[in-house]
């Protein structure tokens, strides 16, 4: 069976912003990756200038598959899924009266749906959000309610009977992509190079709202895969602004000081090391899924017979 790295993201842009040089590096390695968007994105705004043109709105939603689209196609993804609901806006936003909002989503009926898709792709890594989205928006939050149901329910053969025969991915992580940590890192390693960066505010407004980072217990070194990150982002010319703050430390720069993505390891079912650089990690070389440690292993690390 392949290795497969499936993630769960709330709306089209998020695949692009958190993990997606993970995303790149295992599609170089010949992993499978599997993208699931809980959401279309409708009621996304036009957040890049540039893009702030007659009829760019009213076009929304064709234009925003067709980002993801590219970034998908930028990224190496070998498959991608529609959840099928409807983007919710921000908490109080007009958006979640709607019946297909992804906020109001029955959490049975949206966790049967990716029990299916997981049961489908069979991936042996599962990434999602963490219990506070990563990011205070209702979808966020119901992406992560989603995505540790789905963990469980997808081996269970009692749950979800007609989504296929069960499978039980074998770890569970967290994006922990935006920490105070590596910002404040990037921040104090670009300064001394002489590069002027923009998050001096940011620091300091991150400090008096005094949210504690998570917990990293794994990175994945993305250096060579920074400039399709950022290609993937840009792909999304609706939604991130190639000239904003979040391209301002050139990668080359980023590579030197900060070259991880992060994550928190919130289930496994194999043992692994206290600190990770690979996803995989603890799971046999040939990626079946079994958990290693049932044959014996000789010192050389071949199974003896
Ligand atoms: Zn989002």
């Not at 009692?158 to 590596?182: C, I, N, S, V, W």
């Not at 993305?222 to 000239?243: E, K």
């Amino acid at each position: 069976m392949p290795r497969t790295l499936l993630a769960v993201h709330a709306h089209p842009d998020d695949e692009s912003s958190k993990g997606a040089g993970t995303m790149a590096r295992y599609a170089d390695e010949g992993v499978r990756t599997v993208i699931v968007t809980c959401t279309g994105g409708e009621a996304g705004e036009i957040l890049n200038p540039a893009m702030d043109r007659p009829g760019v709105l009213e076009r929304m939603p064709e234009l925003r598959r067709q980002e993801l689209a590219k970034a998908l196609e930028v990224l190496g993804v070998s498959a991608h899924h529609w959840l099928g609901y409807r983007d919710s806006g921000m908490a109080d936003s007009d958006a979640n009266g709607h019946p297909d909002a992804f906020a109001n989503a029955a959490l049975d009926e949206a966790t049967g749906r990716l029990v299916a898709i997981i049961r489908k792709e069979r991936p042996q890594v599962v990434l999602t959000y963490d219990e506070r989205g990563g990011y205070p928006h209702p979808d966020h939050i119901r992406t992560h309610e989603v995505s540790v149901a789905a963990f469980d329910a997808a081996a269970d053969p009692d749950r979800y009977p007609e989504a296929g025969p069960p499978f039980q991915p074998l770890k569970l992580y967290y994006h922990a992509t935006f920490t105070r940590r590596r910002l404040e890192a990037i921040h104090v390693g670009a300064l001394a190079r002489g590069i002027e960066t923009p998050f001096a505010k940011w620091l300091e407004e991150w400090d008096a709202e005094g949210e504690p980072d998570p917990v990293v217990t794994t990175q994945v070194d993305v250096a060579r895969w920074l400039g399709r990150r950022r290609d993937a982002l840009i792909a999304h010319a609706t939604q991130i602004d190639p000239n904003s703050f979040w391209f301002a430390i050139p990668d080359e720069v980023v590579a030197e000081i900060y070259p991880w993505e992060d994550y928190t390891l919130a289930r496994t079912l194999v043992p692994t090391g206290d600190h990770e650089t690979d996803l995989f990690a603890g799971l046999d070389p040939e990626g079946s899924g079994e958990p290693p440690g049932g044959a014996p292993v000789d010192p050389e690390g071949q199974p003896l017979a």
